[in-house]
Each structure stands twice: as structure tokens, then as C-alpha cells.
């Protein structure tokens, strides 16, 4: 059963114009979500996270929207270069100290076209 | 910078063998994590330990083994690899639960084959 969706396997964007990437989940009890990205033959990297007390967290290039409601979050990448093509996963758990699981979703491959 | 070590990037071995696989931290975290990902399901869980000689059953612990004997390292054993766990794994480490602050830190990945 998995718990965390990311729908699309691949996605390609023009540089400089706007990627998004979404991920969907299953358990209301996760209130922490994160997103990593990962180049081939390196572990993933954190990127962004947002806790449920927001529905917006933004950082340079990168902004993670929640919507609880819908039990939904996308990552906006603008503009999008070419290093930014890479395996994006997000990643959801519990926000109780001592919750120690991640869960994640199967990956996006985003390539960013010249 | 915390950076999580793993013996080796690449291995190859025989079914039946038995295989252990490393992973040093040196950031003193609290926290480490096994996981294998394969095309299409992502990063899942195999095992994690809060604490020395601690550890609890991931999502996927069926055919593994861990063993923390010191805080800074964490061994997946595979006791009679099969070719079902070829598959690339990852160790990570966190400074104490999960919350903001409290990323999980991945290593570079073992690319296991099991032929």
C-alpha cells in the first residue's frame, strides 16, 4: 500500500520555465513533508520541507505547497535550470519527536531541456 | 558538513553468499537507516536504530540484518543474498527523530548485484 504517491514517473521542462512536481498521500497522520533530489550513482540530497502548520515554505528557486485538504503537495522549481535535472522524491512523516520512519514516494525523473 | 560513508559503491556477489554492508557517520547522530531503491518504488525502508545496539524492523526487513555496535556505524548483513536483493542501498543518519532540523543525511549508495 503505498502511502505516498508521486503520479509521474518523468517530466521534461524548457529551461527557465516553471517545473512542478507533485506527490500525493494516503495517511492523515503525516504532518511533515519533505523533498530530496538525487543525481545517478549519489544519494539523494534534503531539498525543502514544510510542516502542516503551513501551506507554503519557499527557498531561493524552490517552493513546496501543501494542501492538507486535498492531502497534497507539489514542488515549483522557477525558473528551472539544467543542473536541476535530477530524481526528485518527496517524503512524509508523523511531526512527533522520536518518529523516526520516513516514507516516501517512487520518484519523479525531471529533465530540463536547453 | 555531515557526511554518511559507505564501504562501497559497487558489489558483486554469489547467491547463498553472506554480504555486509557498512555505513559510518560522522556527525554523531543519533539516528541511522538502511534502505534499497529499486525503478518505479522509490526509497524503502529496510531497518533503523535510535540509539546504540538498538534497532527496529523497517517496512521491508525480510532477509536482512542489522547490527549498531557503536553509535558512528550501522552493518546491513544480507545472511544468504539472493538475487531479489540486487538493487542499489542507501544508509542515512539523523541528529534525533524527525521534524525540522532533523533531515535525514544519505550516503553515496552501494550498488549491489547478487548473480
Known amino acids: 500500500d503505498q502511502q505516498v504517491k508521486q503520479n509521474s514517473p518523468s517530466l521534461s521542462v524548457q529551461e527557465g520555465r516553471i517545473s512542478i512536481l507533485n506527490c500525493d498521500y494516503t495517511?492523515?497522520?503525516?504532518?511533515?513533508f519533505l523533498w530530496y533530489k538525487k543525481y545517478p550513482a549519489e544519494g539523494p540530497t534534503f531539498l525543502i520541507s514544510?510542516?502542516?502548520?503551513?501551506d507554503k515554505n519557499e527557498d531561493g528557486r524552490f517552493t513546496v505547497f501543501l494542501n492538507k485538504s486535498a492531502k497534497h503537495l507539489s514542488l515549483h522549481i522557477v525558473p528551472s535550470q539544467p543542473g536541476d535535472s535530477a530524481v526528485y522524491f518527496c517524503a512524509a512523516s508523523p511531526l512527533i519527536q522520536g518518529a523516526q520512519k520516513l516514507v516516501f514516494g517512487q520518484g519523479t525523473r525531471l529533465t530540463i531541456n536547453p | 558538513d555531515v557526511k554518511v560513508t559507505q564501504s562501497s559503491r559497487y558489489l558483486v556477489k554469489r547467491t547463498g553468499e553472506k554480504v555486509f554492508l557498512e555505513c559510518v557517520q560522522d556527525?554523531?547522530?543519533?539516528?541511522m537507516f538502511w534502505y534499497r531503491q529499486d525503478p518505479g518504488l522509490g526509497l524503502r525502508l529496510i531497518y533503523f536504530?535510535?540509539?546504540?545496539?538498538?534497532?527496529e524492523k523497517g517496512d521491508i526487513p525480510e532477509g536482512y540484518s542489522v547490527s549498531r555496535e557503536k553509535k558512528e556505524r550501522f552493518s546491513l548483513i544480507l545472511e544468504s543474498a539472493s538475487t531479489n536483493q540486487t538493487s542499489m542501498y542507501l544508509c542515512?543518519?539523523?541528529?534525533?527523530?524527525?521534524?525540522?532540523?532533523?533531515?535525514?543525511?544519505f550516503g553515496p549508495g552501494t550498488r549491489l548485484t547478487v548473480t
Open positions: 514544510i510542516s502542516s502548520i503551513k
Open positions: 556527525m554523531d547522530h543519533e539516528n
Open positions: 495517511n492523515s497522520m503525516f504532518d511533515y
Open positions: 542515512a543518519s539523523s541528529l534525533y527523530g524527525t521534524g525540522y532540523g532533523h533531515e535525514q543525511y
Open positions: 536504530s535510535y540509539d546504540v545496539k538498538m534497532k
